[in-house]
């Protein structure tokens, strides 16, 4: 099949059709790409745990995973590690304020980029209502999982009426209408409510954090990759924000995708800046951010690394 289709591209050139290069996209090309984010647990609390055999059983079987993945050295708490997956730095913040005290004007993030290259985002936040650009804590939201809020060219500088931010930054619930509609955005960056995550215990499904995180994975995950989205030039990567307490790690790191090696176990050194410069490869967004310019990328991970050269 894959013969035929660069015959007739071909054909198209000699023709005077379309050029040879709009033919490029392959099975292994990346159209769409979902990133969750989970808190707070070291990976040898997860790898082998019997409070998360949705992870062990199938997650790791199904997908690759990296044994040696870290948050950038020292950074701690939550919030510096989210900006770093945004920007390739902390920008010095080193708590977890809500926007209107760590508010960043610079535009030198992803989802700048993003737009500038005419690439759809969007940010899933569990517990938000979606009429207000989500600023503030709320019920089991804060906005120190929500890593886009905390940038002045998204909110309007911490405008919670920002028509930019409201557009971009939507209640969870909404992911399964997108992905059985044609609105998915080609970046999904995917926060679970305080529960969900692993972040917090009391009040929550169990008193255990990781098993509380597993069975929401074990019911999110798949409705994602019974997608046409995933299906068809999908990737899913599932990671952990910071070690537990001052620890940087190893934190878990779980990339599904067709691409993926099935059951590998990568040894590669990686951190944030690591997932930070794959996402902008996969979608060809330059220049590399802050320390992402200095990092591996996750190509170990893939049998066919789907990014742009």
Known sequence: MQKSLLFWAALLVLLG????HAQETTPESVTTVFVILMENHNWSQIKGSRAAPYINQTLLVEGAHAEEYYNPPGVHPSEPNYL???AGTDFNVNDDHAPADNHQATTAHLTTLLDSAGISWKSYQEDIQGDTCPLVASGSYDPKHNLMVYFDDVTDTNDPNSANCIAHV???????VDLASVNTARYNFITPDLCHDM???SGCDSKNSVKNGDSWLKSE???ILAS???K???VVFITWDEGEGDSDGPIGMIVLSPNAKPGYSSSVRYTHSSTLRTLQEIFGVRPLLGDAANANNLSDLFSTY???P
């Not at 059709?17 to 040879?20: C, D, Q």
């Not at 939507?170 to 399964?176: F, N, V």
Request: cysteine-free.
């Open 17 to 20: 059709g379309i050029p040879l």
């Open 84 to 86: 770093w997956l945004e």
């Open 170 to 176: 939507r209640p969870y619930s909404e992911l399964a």
């Open 199 to 201: 972040h917090d215990s």
């Open 221 to 223: 995950v798949p409705v």
């Open 228 to 230: 046409d989205a995933y």
């Open 232 to 234: 068809n030039g999908g």
């Open 306 to 308: 789907p990014a742009v």
